[in-house]
């Protein structure tokens, strides 16, 4: 009897969404020109160089902050990375436990400003500059676990997979599109699962045991592919 | 009834590609906030506090009063889900729908933040300086007898406390209100078992014969009881039990019993009486009783077929030990009393009494005891307001303008009590008639002791602890609000204790030996009971005095039928709504009703002949008039109904509260009448009479069972034939 109703209410379900669309368009950019993230104002003017920076081998002291970092490990602040999902950001308290000896410093700007929050008991208002899609579920903790646990990379090259060369900036800035296809160019390559030598890690050997055929390349490291099942990251 | 030609396959077809249509424009719609969105980090973290990764935290729920453990999970400072804690012995790790709503009391957008005092119609926002001088200033050459306290049943510390300002105060006015509580039953159980409510031993028994009874489902302690029913269904020796339900009104209780038996509204003792009459084990002055309740006179007073008498009888004969239970149904009249005496005296004729009844655990601290209080005690404060006796009145967890019947006229004599201060959650009904309200914190944020009425294997002690900081910076603990005035009238006694938190911490070491932390410091004592959350005590039990007796025990003759309001309102107490506090909390409006499915709105439940006698159909809105008042609302056709009655479930149609309450249904307790039971002088709720009356409008029930009343659109998706064309003998 109301059959007739479909086309009407398939047009308006049409117009709906085509007008949603016009609605949300222009998106706000998601990647700059230069494929990098937004420049981020942060409210601090974090400096991720000074802090993470390789020192000057001229300077032995570390007395120039212009010229050389104190390589601090990324997971000395960064400590939740390896423990959860989320990498959290580091509570204030962090902050303080070395800044309150630091007498050099204590009188800079920013250093003051920290203070001030601290005094105050209220946490630094950070800016989010990595962000995902609330339907992805990026865990921290198993890229450290594998990368620099089980396979003993340097800490700030597993970071760097994802966060590029954070020693070189000051406040950091998105470095990769950190886009789905992007995740999965390195889940599709072939990493070696077992130390080299063959020595099986850990639990990897295992779960990759599963996927055939398994690349060997001349030292005998066994390769394989990264995990590529939609759940791993859509839960 | 919609009858329409767009039938389902059109409807799918219109959906998958008006969907498809949108889920194209959705791309490139990212929740990405690169830059925008603000992290924030701990100030100071304690090591166990990792982003990403729950922390457990054990507390007690405050959604009833059961006192039901819970075991919050806490993440990012944020509480996220609760569930039951395993260690406490009445809810073993289990919580209900209403336990799990207990989320959204605490971030519910419509709980009041700052305390408002009224100017005209409107709430002015004052500090809390300004409110104790205002409370203190109120109260100064106020006679004790002038004040009045009004609360819910309050129990633990919390409990001490409030006597102690009530006494500072003068006044010996505490009215203790629940409007949905078992207090004629409480009154019965004295009489028969000497004390107020028995420890029930589900388990133990093979057959339970419930009068009315929701134990599954808003009685009591209905965690507890469902948890014993498991047990009671797995069986002794392999024997399954056996539940017979007999109420009026299917409840949930009943849908799940072996057999549901319809009695006449109000004859739920004669029924027991016949039983007992049938049984043939009484001697003595209760054969006397029962000798004039034959099976011809008990079957038509309760339209219970002879049949069925006779094999309850032979049932409970042949079962033993059994348990039969009066529950508010049995209760809910005028001599709900006797009832329920005749139901306990069926407990004692089968000796259950000892047996599945045991003598309950008490804390060995009567000063903490949970108070217990019914409509009577609303009453009493009715007639004092209507008399203009008080000058100043307190209110705390009740909502009698919503929940007192309407023929107490609670809302106008109100507005005789001269300063009105309401401790609130939210803005319900009788806040608003308060001239001052002050905001309290959320179950989830506040500190606290519960004792339950109901314990089950010893006594314990429920410790409330915050699971979260405050959500809104101006909201109070009830016990740091009654510190702070009861420091208005004994500042030296109190002095010592800067927030109800020091004093409870004190209160309880004070008495650590008592509590089982003898030999340890203090410290470890308060650590541990707040990990645990419960305090179990060997408790002292008491001894059931088990006189059989027929003295006093009168049932009122059947009453001749009201022409001009033939129809009994049973008023539907729901396991979700209960009596209508937490109606502002979505997931229980959402919640279908598990009897019809129904969800965000009242109904009408009539039984499908007396429907067709009146030429009613499901969705017409009717009018449900009784003495008092009258309410419209939508009929659904229910044959878990006596035909002599209807029903109105409780709890919804709150005008005020907040956004998910307001509006929704309507509320049965508006149009009752001003019946009391006769000997405890509680309200008899069952003995309100209405007619109903067809308005011509009609609607769609929105409800979760198929629109067309579950009938499976000529598909037999559940070949299905009825009862009676079976013969269950030849079944099994």
């Given amino acids: 009897m109301y059959r007739f109703l479909r086309f009407p209410i398939l047009l308006v379900g049409l117009f709906l969404a085509v007008s949603s669309f016009a609605a949300n368009n222009p998106q706000p950019a998601l990647t700059t020109e230069d494929a990098l993230g937004p420049q981020v104002v942060q409210p601090i003017e974090f400096p991720h160089n000074r802090h993470a920076g390789l020192r000057n081998p001229a300077d032995p002291t570390n007395s120039d902050p212009l010229k050389g970092g104190m390589e601090i490990n990324c997971q000395y602040c960064h400590t939740y990375a390896r423990r959860s999902a989320v990498a959290g950001i580091p509570p204030l308290q962090k902050c303080i436990g070395c800044h309150q000896s630091i007498e050099s410093v204590r009188n800079k700007p920013r250093i003051v400003e920290l203070f001030k929050y601290w005094d105050a008991k209220k946490a630094v208002p950070w800016k989010k500059v990595h962000d995902l899609p609330d339907f992805v579920r990026f865990n921290h903790e198993r890229h450290i676990k594998r990368f620099v646990e089980q396979q003993d990379r340097p800490v700030q090259e597993a970071c760097g997979y994802c966060h590029g060369d954070v020693k070189e900036m000051t406040v950091a800035r998105r470095q990769k599109p950190l886009s789905m296809g992007w995740c999965a160019t390195c889940h599709e390559k072939d990493h070696p699962v077992v130390a080299e030598g063959g020595t099986p890690i850990a639990g990897q050997a295992y779960w990759y045991s599963f996927q055939k055929p398994v690349a060997q390349d001349k030292s005998a490291v066994v390769k394989a592919k990264g995990p590529n099942d939609c759940w791993q990251c859509h839960k | ?316 004969k042949l079962r033993s030990p059994s348990l039969v239970l009066a529950g508010s149904a049995a209760e809910g009249y005028a001599h709900g009393s006797q009832n329920a005496a005749a139901i306990n005296l069926l407990n004692q004729v089968l000796g259950n009494v000892g047996k599945t009844i045991e003598a309950p655990v008490s804390v060995p601290f009567p000063q903490m005891a949970p108070s217990k209080g019914n409509t009577a005690a609303l009453k009493l404060l009715n007639d004092g307001l209507a008399a203009g006796k008080y000058k100043v009145l307190f209110n705390f967890a009740a909502n009698p303008v919503f929940t007192a019947p309407g023929a107490f006229k609670f809302k106008d004599h109100l507005s005789k009590a001269g300063f009105k201060v309401a401790f609130a959650h939210y803005l319900d009904e009788t806040a608003l008639q308060a001239d001052l309200v002050l905001p309290l914190d959320s179950a989830l944020e506040d500190w606290g002791t519960q004792v339950p009425e109901y314990m089950t294997e010893g006594a314990q002690i429920n410790i409330q602890q915050p699971l979260m900081e405050r959500l809104h910076a101006n909201t109070r603990g009830m016990g740091d609000i009654l510190l702070n005035l009861i420091k208005q009238k004994k500042a030296d006694e109190y002095k010592g204790f800067e927030d109800y938190y020091a004093y409870l911490r004190g209160a309880m070491l004070q008495n650590k030996g008592a509590l089982g932390g003898g030999g340890t410091d203090d410290d470890t004592f308060w650590n541990t009971t707040l990990t645990q959350g419960i305090v179990k005590l060997a408790g002292t039990a008491g001894a059931l005095s088990a006189h059989v007796g027929a003295a006093g025990l009168t049932l009122p003759a059947h009453a001749a039928a009201d022409e001009q309001y033939p129809l009994h309102l049973i008023p539907g107490v729901t396991a979700n709504l209960r009596d209508g506090r937490h109606t502002n909390q979505p997931w229980l409006q959402e919640s279908p009703d598990p009897l019809t499915t129904i969800v965000w709105d009242s109904w009408v439940e009539v039984h499908p002949k007396k429907a067709t006698e009146l030429g009613i159909v499901e969705g017409d809105i009717v009018e449900v008039t009784s003495k008092t008042g009258s309410v419209k609302a939508q009929v659904y056709l229910f044959p878990g109904i006596h035909p002599e009655a209807i029903s109105i479930p409780v709890g919804r149609g709150h005008d005020a509260m907040g956004r998910y309450a307001r509006g929704y249904g309507v509320n049965p307790f508006q149009i009752m009448d001003a019946v009391f039971e006769r000997e405890t002088g509680e309200l008899a709720m069952h003995e309100t009479r209405v007619n109903i009356k067809k308005t011509g409008q009609r609607v769609l029930v929105v409800k979760d069972e198929g629109s067309a009343g579950a009938l499976q659109m000529g598909r037999k998706i559940a070949a299905r034939v009825s009862t009676d064309q079976v013969d269950l003998s030849k079944e099994v």
């Fill in chain 2, 1 to 316: 009834m919609i009858d329409s030609g767009f039938d389902r396959r059109d409807f799918l077809k219109v959906l998958g590609w008006s969907g498809a249509a949108v889920a194209l424009s959705g791309c490139g719609n990212t929740s990405i906030e690169d830059g925008k969105e603000t992290v924030v980090s701990y100030v100071e973290a304690n090591d166990y506090m990792i982003p990403g990764i729950g922390v457990y935290f054990n507390s007690t729920c405050a959604q009833c009063d059961a006192g039901c453990s819970i075991n919050g999970r806490v993440r990012e400072g944020r509480v996220l889900k609760l569930e039951g804690n395993p260690d406490s012995a009445i809810n073993k790790g289990k919580l209900c729908a209403l336990g799990q709503a207990g989320v959204q009391h605490h971030y519910n957008p419509d709980r009041v933040r700052e305390p408002l005092l009224r100017n005209g119609s409107k709430g002015e926002t004052i500090t809390w300086e300004k409110a104790y001088a205002l409370i203190a200033e109120k109260l100064s050459g106020v006679q004790g007898e002038e004040i009045a306290f009004l609360s819910g049943g309050v129990s633990g510390h919390l409990k001490a406390l409030l006597g102690n300002y009530l006494e500072s105060l003068g006044t010996k006015n505490h009215f203790v209100y629940e409007a949905v509580a078992p207090g004629v039953t409480r009154a019965a159980n004295v009489k028969a078992y000497g004390v107020d409510m028995p420890r029930y031993r589900f388990d133990k028994a093979q057959v339970v014969l419930s009068f009315g009874a929701d134990f599954l489902g808003s009685w009591v302690s209905p965690v507890h009881f469902s948890q014993q029913y498991a047990q009671f269904r797995k069986g002794v020796n392999g024997q399954r039990g056996v539940l017979i339900q007999v109420e009026s009104k299917m409840t949930l209780t009943g849908a799940n019993a072996d057999r549901w038996l319809a009695v006449k509204p109000g004859t739920e003792g004669v029924l027991a009486l016949g039983i007992i009459n049938a049984l043939g084990m009484a001697t003595g002055d209760v054969a006397e009783l029962v000798k004039g309740y034959d099976k011809a006179r008990v079957s038509h007073e309760t339209g219970v077929s002879p049949g069925q008498i006779d094999k309850i009888a032979a049932l409970l």
